[in-house]
């Protein structure tokens, strides 16, 4: 199993910035996938940002050249750094961690709680 432990989210006025943290624990694959979900009332859980075990990245539309995901392999971190932050991107953003299990041949999905990230003025 895998636990992912989330950190960095709060209050920003627009315009600001945040950065978001997650570490992975547990039984961790070499080969996976890291990212970072949203939701925002009344709203689908979209993906915002994600990133394989080689660098390969993907964004959202909404953020690309806003926001930033990277890693810390030796910690099995990813972090989501956030500029230029806007009213829209107001919603609970959640990790997730994947890798494939051979042994019982399905992809396993893990979640973080979540952590609120507001913009407001």
């Known amino acids: 199993q895998v636990q992912l432990v989330e950190s960095g989210g709060g209050l920003v006025q627009p315009g600001g910035s945040l950065r978001l943290s997650c570490a992975a624990s547990?039984?961790?694959?070499?080969?996976?996938?890291m990212g970072w979900y949203r939701q925002a009332p009344g709203k689908q859980r979209e993906l915002v940002a994600r990133i394989t075990n080689t660098g390969s990245t993907n964004y959202a539309g909404s953020v690309k050249g806003r926001f930033t995901i990277s890693r810390a392999s030796a910690k099995n971190t990813v972090t989501l750094q956030m500029n230029s932050l806007m009213p829209e991107d107001t919603a609970v953003y959640y990790c997730?961690?994947?890798?494939?299990?051979?042994?019982?041949?399905?992809?396993?999905?893990?979640w973080g709680q979540g952590t609120q990230v507001t913009v407001s003025s």
């Open positions: 997730n961690y994947n890798h494939w299990d051979d042994r019982s041949r399905a992809t396993r999905d893990f």
């Open positions: 547990g039984s961790i694959f070499s080969i996976n996938v």
